[in-house]
């Protein structure tokens, strides 16, 4: 491949996914990728939000939770992610928060296998996930515990038929190293273990088919690849077969047959909505639902096409231009194994990754030695790419990420 800015002019310009660009509020100048932590703003949210402030909610107040669809969006947005996760409409619901979804999940989980006390996960696991495994043991005091292994490969051995459930992020959120769904689910099925999966860092950046590989539960946040605004609520889903089985401790109202009955006792849904709890936060599902919206016009098979492609641009690039400088490749050099981010170690990511932020070139840090880079192919073109590589070039070899100012760590990294 020859390495230069012309040939990535070429390979924007006749970009199939080039158009989405425009749909997406960036500031010019701004090379944006960390999309995989926070997705930018789609240009029909401002317009939609002031709809919901003044329409909804300020003049038909109360009733728009039937005539606005209030009551509706948890399956309605639920049913724009199923596409992309490889489930039918009425298997997913957004709701909560993903560390919520784990606790009810998990839950689910551990009540329908209760000889078994183990929960298989990978210690380099996103540490909520851990911590949501920690608080569940301790709480429901039945002696449960966490094996974790210490190599994506050592999965396999670590399922036998003392494992309740395997709990496991598809896309490793530091390394990007993607697990095998079918082969593990289809492992763990084997041994009689219940499988969770995490789309956090899937969903949206690859094709993912849960219903394919008979996954039974799984979890997803949706202000990353599926941007939908800080805090967005994040997405679970549950197994057809389990839907009528599967118990979730935080039986709230929205959870029951029949919410409006107002019965004193509690009866779950015999759908996906059992693992709702309560209110839905309607502001932040307006302004999910228009970046939603957008996956009806976008085939996932072409992001992923787009995806692989800029991410291997990119390491070329890096190897190419900052040979010397010692980064080391962190993530999988197949890009077979690989989600849409690349990330480097460097003895000193920190000040690297500031200085580059201070460029307008933005990934972000992930301790102890990461720089993260994420491509999302919505509005990550090859230009950016070679633009951003060209700056930490830059970086590194002028020195500038010795600066004091970029020494100093704020609380999120
Ligand atoms: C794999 C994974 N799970 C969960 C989360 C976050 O969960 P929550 O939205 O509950 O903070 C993240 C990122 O924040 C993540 O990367
Ligand atoms: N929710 C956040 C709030 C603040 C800062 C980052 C996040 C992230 O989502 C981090 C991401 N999950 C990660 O893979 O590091």
Same mark, same amino acid.
Do not use: E, Q, W
């Given at each position: 491949m020859q390495i230069n800015r012309d040939n990535a002019e070429e390979r924007d310009s006749c970009d199939p996914l080039g158009e989405f660009r425009d749909e997406f509020v960036l500031r010019p100048g701004l090379i944006y990728l960390d999309g995989n932590s926070l997705g930018p703003m789609h240009v029909s949210v401002r317009e939609r939000m002031q709809a919901c402030i003044e329409d909804e909610w300020a003049n038909d107040l109360i009733a728009s939770w039937n005539t606005a669809g209030w009551y509706d969006m948890p399956? &309605? *947005?639920? !049913?724009?992610? !199923?596409?992309?996760?490889?489930?039918?409409a009425n298997d997913v619901v957004v709701t909560d +928060? $993903? +560390?919520?979804?784990? #606790?009810? @999940?998990?839950? !689910?989980?551990?009540? *329908?296998?209760?000889?078994?006390? @183990?929960?298989?996960s990978e210690r380099s696991n996103f540490p909520t996930d851990l911590y949501m495994v920690e608080g569940l043991s301790a709480f429901a005091g039945k002696g449960h515990e966490l094996r974790l292994i210490d190599r994506p490969e050592d999965v396999a051995q670590a399922i036998d038929d003392s494992v309740a459930v395997v709990m496991l992020t598809h896309v490793n959120y530091r390394t990007g190293r993607v697990h095998d769904m079918a082969d593990i689910t289809r492992m763990a099925h084997e041994a009689g273990a219940l499988v969770v999966w995490d789309l956090a860092h899937s969903t949206?950046?690859?094709? @993912?088919?849960?219903?394919?590989?008979?996954?039974? #539960?799984?979890?997803?946040? $949706? %202000?990353? %690849?599926?941007?939908g605004g800080p805090g967005a609520p994040a997405f679970v889903y549950v197994a057809p077969r389990l839907q009528t089985v599967a118990e979730q401790p935080l039986s709230g109202w929205f959870g029951h047959s029949r919410p409006f009955a107002f019965d004193p006792s509690f009866e779950p849904a015999k759908t996906?909505? &059992? #693992?709702?709890?309560? $209110? /839905? /936060? @309607?502001? +932040?599902?307006t302004a999910l639902e228009p970046a939603l919206a957008i996956w009806d016009r976008v085939d996932i098979a072409a992001i992923r096409a787009k995806s692989v492609e800029l991410c291997e641009y990119f390491i070329a690039l890096v190897e190419q231009e900052c040979a010397g400088f010692g980064l080391e490749l962190a993530s999988p050099r197949d890009s077979a194994r690989r989600g849409s981010q690349v990330s480097f170690r460097h003895e000193n990511a920190y000040a690297v990754m500031q200085a580059l932020i201070s460029r307008d070139v933005v990934g972000d840090f992930r301790a102890p030695d990461i720089m993260r880079f994420g491509f999302a192919p919505l509005y990550i073109g090859f230009v950016d790419v070679f633009d951003a590589v060209a700056t930490l070039s830059d970086i590194l070899q002028s020195n500038a990420w010795r600066d004091d100012r970029f020494q100093v760590r704020s609380a999120v990294t």
């Open positions: 399956l &309605r *947005l639920g !049913a724009r992610i !199923a596409p992309l996760i490889g489930a039918d +928060s $993903t +560390s919520i979804n784990l #606790f009810k @999940v998990l839950a !689910a989980a551990i009540r *329908l296998n209760p000889g078994r006390k @183990v929960i298989v949206g950046a690859l094709p @993912v088919d849960l219903a394919g590989a008979d996954a039974d #539960f799984a979890v997803g946040c $949706t %202000y990353k %690849y599926l941007n996906i909505h &059992r #693992f709702l709890t309560g $209110t /839905p /936060p @309607v502001l +932040s599902m």
